[in-house]
């Protein structure tokens, strides 16, 4: 019996022998994410300057995808609004009215294509959903939006040759341009937007996208 009681005591009961101290950092926060689209740092450690740089060649890589639709995953993924923003805005301050007609400050069209571009991404978003796709509002905008890049290039090319005397062959060079951006953006923009359709229901999602993009081309080449 004695024996038992000297082992017990031998045993430190007092708060003084507990080791408290622990690590606090998190496991892993030095590794890189396993999940896809996680950045592997942490962003409020970066300079302002490399997160805006960051941020610019993401988008620039977003418009490289729509000129070049290849890869599907990367505007579904990584989306976001800045590109859409900017072709709103440049498409917008283009097409408005000229400075030559003083009875038309050019207002309406400046805000004709901001509705368009986002009352149309809402109107192809619910028709998705309706039709059983599993793609997000935002998703939807940011597809169609960056997608509006071959109608931009097509308005450039055809505000240049408006600078030229209007004969009937700069007509059809402008119409030709304006065809080929609204078939190169209804393409892109099927190429992302497609795989996220039921496959017997991709002719009803992608009759919006053609009206979508069909309006906004009508307003490049009625231009004038």
């Given at each position: 019996?004695?024996?038992?009681?000297?082992m017990f005591e031998d045993?430190?009961?007092?708060?003084?022998?507990?080791?408290?101290?622990?690590?606090?950092?998190?496991?892993?926060?030095?590794?890189?994410?396993?999940?896809?689209?996680?950045?592997?740092?942490?962003?409020?450690?970066?300079?302002?300057?490399?997160?805006?740089?960051?941020?610019?060649?993401?988008?620039?890589?977003?418009?490289?995808?729509?000129?070049?639709?290849?890869?599907?995953?990367?505007?579904?993924?990584?989306?976001?609004?800045?590109?859409?923003?900017?072709?709103?805005?440049?498409?917008?301050?283009i097409l408005q009215g000229?400075?030559?007609?003083?009875?038309?400050?050019?207002?309406?069209?400046?805000?004709?294509?901001?509705?368009?571009?986002?009352?149309?991404?809402?109107?192809?978003?619910?028709?998705?959903?309706?039709?059983?796709?599993?793609?997000?509002?935002?998703?939807?905008?940011?597809?169609?939006?960056?997608?509006?890049?071959?109608?931009?290039?097509?308005?450039?090319?055809?505000?240049v040759m408006l600078l030229?005397?209007?004969?009937?062959?700069?007509?059809?060079?402008?119409?030709?341009?304006?065809?080929?951006?609204?078939?190169?953006?209804?393409?892109?923009?099927?190429?992302?937007?497609?795989?996220?359709?039921?496959?017997?229901?991709?002719?009803?999602?992608?009759?919006?996208?053609?009206?979508?993009?069909?309006?906004?081309?009508?307003?490049?080449?009625?231009?004038?």
């Open positions: 019996m004695d024996s038992k009681l000297e045993i430190p009961t007092t708060p003084q022998h507990l080791d408290l101290e622990g690590d606090m950092s998190v496991p892993g926060a030095n590794k890189q994410s396993s999940k896809p689209g996680e950045p592997d740092f942490n962003t409020l450690d970066e300079p302002i300057k490399e997160t805006i740089l960051r941020d610019m060649r993401a988008v620039g890589i977003k418009f490289y995808h729509v000129l070049y639709p290849k890869e599907k995953s990367t505007l579904l993924k990584d989306w976001d609004l800045w590109g859409p923003l900017v072709l709103c805005t440049f498409m917008a301050t000229s400075a030559e007609d003083s009875l038309y400050d050019g207002g309406p069209e400046f805000a004709q294509v901001f509705v368009i571009v986002w009352i149309g991404a809402a109107i192809v978003t619910i028709n998705s959903k309706l039709l059983g796709g599993n793609i997000s509002f935002f998703q939807s905008v940011c597809v169609l939006g960056y997608c509006l890049t071959p109608v931009a290039v097509a308005l450039i090319v055809c505000r030229a005397t209007q004969t009937k062959l700069l007509f059809f060079l402008r119409l030709i341009t304006t065809i080929v951006g609204f078939c190169w953006a209804t393409y892109a923009s099927y190429v992302f937007l497609g795989d996220s359709q039921p496959p017997n229901r991709k002719p009803l999602a992608v009759y919006p996208i053609f009206l979508f993009f069909f309006i906004i081309s009508w307003l490049v080449i009625s231009h004038n």
